[in-house]
């Protein structure tokens, strides 16, 4: 909302200092956003918050300046010469939808000449951002900048039968607004008619058909007052926002009807010529008395800490247009004005004393919550997590959530959540895979020339849940869920994303090309800071992974954890000429474990001896055979082992390969003597024969 | 005479004619054999194949029946060593035969010996770098050349700054909750006072979501952390003490300042006697915690419809101090967040009694704090990926 310093001191004694003005309407919530010079004037840029209609106007500002500086505030005068003729045998006004309407008041001015307005009021509306029609409608808008409340001029020569209406627009009824769109209107959608048409869009917008025109010699004044939420609806879904639709959604003030209208009237015949009819016909069905509000002392010092306000209360809310009694010591009643709808209860009353005082005169006090010695495991979880991941190098990325789903299903099988109103195809649906996004990460940064990348992102997939009841009621059945409940079914993972070598060339280091097993290895590493029993691995044919080059960590049958390098298929789409390592992992599920126990195992004070054993393993027996068939033997002077080298199949010997397992031999009471190691050792092996491995001669 | 000579010759071409000389060349046998194993275990093998290479070359000189070290001794030191001294020999033969089938042994049957003793391969190369006989001197490397580095990895910028953020308010005994990012409208509006028939709904611009099954705007991908408030109350009641941190979305045209999708932080505190006292002591309290200590406070009058009064707070300019400069746009102050108390009708629908509790509330971006940390001119960089920015964290 603009406003003018001039227009301003027409209705109160502002300071001189625009400045100080600007800052001390802000300091009481009208907000100051700009001050700018304008020929002979200032205009200040005021951002009004939507539940104070009131500040959109010269009227409203000046209120809570003049309740601020204590001055008195000003009306602006309207001189009504009014000729015999009575207006209401010049037309006839009748509200059928009073729900809707509940104010009418109109008047008619005769024999004017329309035309451009003097300088004066189209450099004044100019300033305000407001163009210049002809004079009757710039009276119209001048007395909305003025005092707030939206009229309408109609050429009552076009309203037939000189009769108004104010009704709900029959189905599929048909106005051509003033905008030059020919509208089709729904029956809940509110029109002002004459006796066989809908001749404008109330609270909205005029019609053609009657707008003024340099014909008209007489105008018919509207000054309502609409059903917010109907306006709000009706504008809405026509796409429509005018002054006026802008104002009546946020709540018009009712009392101010009759009074811009005859402030308009008397404009009009001064700019316009012409004579206004004798009396001011006001249909008002609606008129309701406002409901006084309690308000106590101790409301305002519990809801501020001070009860220094309290003597406030009796200067300050009349000033700002309330009405006060005093109910006792300590409390009052007080009935708001008809101009603040955004007042209703009692601590909207405790704001506007404290506005008013200011915010930074009240109390400060720190008061930490009581102590709770209930202790926040998934923050210690997840910060054990991330400090693993940022140790084995790698960075957090925190890509949008948002993706196309075309690609999203290039990743899953799961369905997407579909954004009905998306800025773009790009971005239209929530994810049900980590995995788009990570790979366009890593193809962005691979395209700009980094070929070596790490990339984690700790963020939630989304899908819809599987059987959500097509007939519960969905807008009441969504409301009535309670706080535990999800409308989707969102989870937490942890994907990674890998690519390129062990680090960059350098004079020390050759580095090599990341694997399988550099991937695995990590998810190895960070499920070791939780303690999973039995964690158990098995391969895994899924969409974006590469056959044979994938597999998965389970707890029972819960998946913990799935990784493979991109399906190659998949890479060429996004251009990627490098192998490429994704992960995910079930952040739901592997936060129910607990950490890793940190719980102290002495341990031997004896020496150990390793071993290596080469041995031809046949083709068929996985390493994790004989990881099983070891750990069977618990053979406890075996303290640890693996493995250390593999030669690949057939190069020793067909359909073996060769496996140096590497075994480190250990007892907690004793020195372990040669021949114990040599026996140990041929347990291993003879447990081993049986997988058909044999040492190699 | 080395090894090798010494044993294609007899213990009388030795002059070996007493134990004393007997005993001390097979101790010298002993020691090079010793020698050669441990040369093999902290010897640079590259690999393992290597190494297994070089312990069989290992078992061949010492233990092979032709040509074999320990058989050369047999045939030359045992078998013609004079009477007297034969079975003193021929217990010296057997320790050292015995001695030599560890190595035969270990290799076939008990492994190979890797580590007889504790100390790695490494340390073992140290520690006879350290042995004066040993002493070759170093050839010097360029000790100004880079080291080998491991990389770390980083945090997300905005993942720091909702750390500190969140561990200023834990030190207050508050505690972290999270909420659905696919929310109701109920609790996303309507609970919080934003009826769909008051213009405030439009302060938000709203992403909807279709979900199967239920009707067209009845969901959203919430606007606000603010949702969280609500469901709090409904799980926790009062007293409640709470961070809330988390993903927001707002249809809004991606530029330098907004972002489809981005980060808020509420806070909320509902107990007996909370004043708009309360609200400014613990948000001076963040701020100087956050920005320094000389940070001062601003509250203004505002409007949230889920709070009353509500209030924008401001902070003294942390580039200028307050004196004006180009980041407070002259003005001193920077407004970073806005807040309030909790409006009863909220505690209400969150199942508190509002006549025995009050409370109230804060929400700010966590990505325009780690602007404003950071210097960070452009929000979509958080959400780019681009390595360049995320290794400067």
């Known amino acids: ?697 | 005479m080395n090894i090798e000579e010494k044993i294609q010759r007899t213990l009388a071409e030795l002059g070996a004619d007493n134990a004393e000389i007997v005993q001390a060349l097979f101790a010298e046998v002993r020691a090079a054999m010793e020698a050669e194993r441990q040369g093999l275990i902290s010897g640079g093998a590259a690999n393992d194949a290597e190494r297994q290479k070089a312990c069989r070359a290992l078992r061949d000189r010492w233990l092979a029946r032709k040509n074999g070290i320990i058989s050369a001794i047999d045939e030359h030191w045992l078998k013609p060593s004079p009477r007297e001294l034969k079975p003193l020999v021929g217990r010296a033969f057997n320790e050292l035969r015995q001695a030599g089938a560890e190595l035969e042994v270990s290799q076939l049957a008990s492994g190979v010996p890797i580590k007889p003793d504790h100390r790695s391969a490494a340390q073992a190369g140290e520690a006879t770098q350290v042995q004066p006989a040993s002493a070759d001197p170093v050839a010097a490397p360029d000790l100004t050349l880079p080291g080998a580095h491991r990389a770390l990895g980083s945090l997300h910028p905005v993942t720091q700054v909702l750390r500190e953020i969140e561990g200023i308010f834990l030190e207050l005994g508050y505690r972290t909750e999270t909420g659905p990012e696919i929310e109701s409208v109920y609790y996303n509006f309507d609970a919080l006072n934003i009826p769909e028939t008051h213009p405030a709904r439009d302060d938000w611009d709203t992403l909807y979501v279709k979900l199967p099954g239920s009707k067209d705007n009845a969901a959203v991908l919430r606007t606000h952390t603010s949702p969280v408030q609500i469901r709090a109350m409904e799980k926790y009641g009062a007293p409640l003490y709470l961070i809330v941190p988390g993903k927001v979305y707002r249809h809004d045209n991606p530029d330098a300042s907004h972002a489809t999708m981005f980060h808020q932080v509420e806070g909320l505190a509902v107990d007996r006697d909370i004043s708009f006292a309360d609200l400014k002591g613990t948000l001076d309290f963040f701020v100087k915690k956050f920005f320094g200590s000389g940070t001062r406070t601003r509250f203004q009058p505002s409007f949230f419809p889920f709070t009353e009064p509500s209030a924008e707070m401001a902070v003294s300019c942390w580039a200028c101090g307050g004196k004006g400069c180009g980041v407070c746009k002259q003005s001193g102050w920077v407004e970073i967040m806005g807040c309030g108390m909790v409006h009863p009708f909220v505690l209400k629908n969150g199942g508190i009694n509002p006549k025995r509790y009050s409370g109230w509330a804060f929400g700010f971006g966590a990505d325009r704090m780690a602007m404003i940390r950071y210097g960070v001119t452009d929000i979509q960089l958080f959400y780019q990926s681009d390595v360049r920015f995320l290794e400067q964290f």
């Open chain 1, 1 to 697: 909302m603009k406003i003018s310093l001039n227009m301003l001191r027409e209705f109160v004694s502002a300071p001189a200092d625009v400045k100080r003005l600007a800052s001390d309407l802000t300091r009481i919530g009208v907000n100051v956003e700009s001050v700018r010079e304008q020929e002979d004037d200032w205009i200040l840029d005021i951002e009004v918050t939507s539940n104070r209609p009131d500040c959109l106007s010269h009227l409203g500002v000046a209120r809570e300046a003049a309740a601020f500086y204590r001055k008195a505030l000003r009306m602006p005068g309207a001189h009504l010469a009014e000729s015999d003729i009575r207006a209401k045998d010049a037309v006839g006004i009748a509200i059928a939808d009073t729900d809707l309407c509940r104010r009418y008041c109109g008047r008619v001015v005769e024999g004017v000449h329309v035309g451009p307005s003097p300088d004066w009021l189209r450099r004044r509306l100019e300033a305000l951002g407001v163009r210049s029609i002809n004079n009757v409608a710039d009276v119209t808008n001048y007395a909305l900048m003025e005092l707030g409340h939206p009229l309408h001029a109609f050429d009552l020569d076009c309203i037939r039968q000189h009769r108004i209406i104010v009704r709900r627009a029959k189905p599929g009824e048909k106005l051509g607004t003033l905008d030059g769109v020919d509208r089709t209107l729904e029956a809940d959608q509110l029109v002002i008619a004459d006796a066989e048409r809908a001749v404008a869009l109330a609270g909205i917008m005029g019609g053609e058909e009657s707008e003024i025109s340099n014909s008209t010699r007489r105008v018919l004044l509207e000054s309502a007052w609409f059903a917010p939420a109907s306006i709000r609806r009706t504008a809405k879904k026509l796409g429509m926002r005018t002054e006026a639709s802008y104002r009546f959604e946020r709540g018009a003030d009712i009392e101010m009807a009759p009074v811009a209208l005859d402030r308009a009237a008397a404009l009009i015949a001064e700019l316009a010529g012409g004579e206004i009819l004798r009396g001011s016909l006001d249909v008002y069905p609606g008129k309701k008395s406002r409901a006084a509000i309690e308000l106590r002392e101790t409301e305002i010092r519990r809801i501020l800490g001070s009860a220094l306000l309290a003597g406030k209360v009796e200067r300050l809310l009349p000033a700002l247009g309330f009405r006060v009694t005093r109910r006792g010591k300590t409390a009052w009643r007080v009935t708001p004005p008809s101009f603040r709808p955004d007042v209703s209860g009692e601590v909207d009353l405790v704001e506007e004393v404290a506005r008013h005082y200011g915010y930074d005169r009240l109390p400060s006090r720190l008061r930490s919550a009581p102590p709770s010695i209930e202790r926040d495991s998934r923050r210690a979880k997840e910060s054990e997590l991330t400090a693993g991941l940022v140790a084995i190098g790698f960075r957090e990325i925190i890509p949008p959530a948002m993706v196309d789903p075309e690609e999203n299903a290039r990743f899953t099988a799961q369905p997407p959540v579909a954004i009905e109103n998306p800025l773009s195809q790009e971005a239209s649906a929530m994810r049900s895979s980590a995995m788009p996004s990570m790979v366009a990460a890593l193809a962005r940064n691979l395209d700009r020339g980094r070929h070596d990348l790490a990339f984690f992102e700790i963020g939630k997939v989304y899908t819809p849940w599987p059987n959500m009841p097509a007939s519960s009621g969905p807008s009441a059945g969504l409301a009535s869920l309670r706080h535990s409940e999800t409308l989707a079914d969102e989870r937490r993972v942890l994907a990674l994303g890998l690519t390129g070598s062990t680090g960059s060339a350098g004079v020390h280091d050759k580095p090599r090309e990341l694997g399988f097993f550099d991937l695995k290895g990590h998810i190895e590493t960070l499920l070791g800071v939780f303690d999973i029993r039995p964690l158990r691995f098995e391969s895994l044919a899924a969409r974006p992974y590469e056959p044979n080059l994938a597999g998965r960590f389970l707890h029972g049958n819960e998946a913990l954890a799935e990784f493979g390098e991109l399906r190659q298929a998949l890479a060429a789409q996004y251009k990627l000429r490098q192998r490429v390592w994704l992960a995910e992992i079930y952040l739901d599920a592997l936060m129910r474990h607990p950490l890793r126990p940190r719980v102290f195992r002495a341990f031997s004070k004896f020496p150990s001896a390793e071993r290596d054993f080469s041995l031809l393993v046949p083709e068929e027996v996985t390493y994790e055979h004989l990881d099983q068939m070891i750990q069977g033997l618990a053979r406890n002077e075996i303290r640890g082992y693996g493995p250390v080298e593999r030669l690949p199949e057939g190069k020793i010997e067909k359909g073996y390969y060769s496996l140096l397992l590497r075994v480190t031999f250990q007892s907690a009471e004793r020195t372990l003597t040669s021949e114990e190691v040599s026996d140990a050792s041929r347990e291993l092996i003879s447990a081993l024969a049986e997988l058909g491995v044999r040492l190699r001669a």
